[in-house]
């Protein structure tokens, strides 16, 4: 069973910043999407920014904002977020697919919320 840990979130100031970090433990055979997703009420999970087979992926509204990265030896991956906006206040949620030596995973770690006061 692999499963995903989430940390850095807290409550920062607009124009702010925070790291979120991410590390998937267990059978671990090889990893081919890891990054972050986040929810606000009442709307859908969407995407932040992920690392995926094909490259990096970003959400529109962080693009130059937000930067993803990772210690694949560590399977850990990073959320830089600067110049933070309140309309990035959500639960952040951290996602990996891949596969153990005997099937596919795909969990979601357990959210971290992330609030920007303005």
């Known amino acids: 069973q692999v499963q995903l840990v989430e940390s850095g979130g807290g409550v920062v100031q607009a124009g702010g910043s925070l790291t979120l970090s991410c590390v998937a433990s267990g059978n671990i055979h090889s990893i081919t999407t890891m990054g972050w997703f986040r929810q606000t009420p009442g709307n859908e999970r969407e995407l932040v920014a992920v690392?995926?087979?094909?490259?990096?992926n970003y959400a529109d509204s962080v693009k130059g904002r937000f930067t993803i990265s990772r210690d694949a030896a560590k399977n850990t991956v990073y959320l830089q977020m600067n110049n933070l906006r309140p309309d990035d206040t959500a639960v952040y949620y951290c996602?990996?697919?891949?596969?153990?030596?005997?099937?596919?995973?795909?969990?979601w770690g357990q959210g971290t919320q992330v609030t920007v006061s303005s």
């Open positions: 996602h990996a697919e891949g596969f153990t030596d005997t099937a596919d995973f795909g969990p």
């Open positions: 690392f995926t087979s094909s490259g990096t």
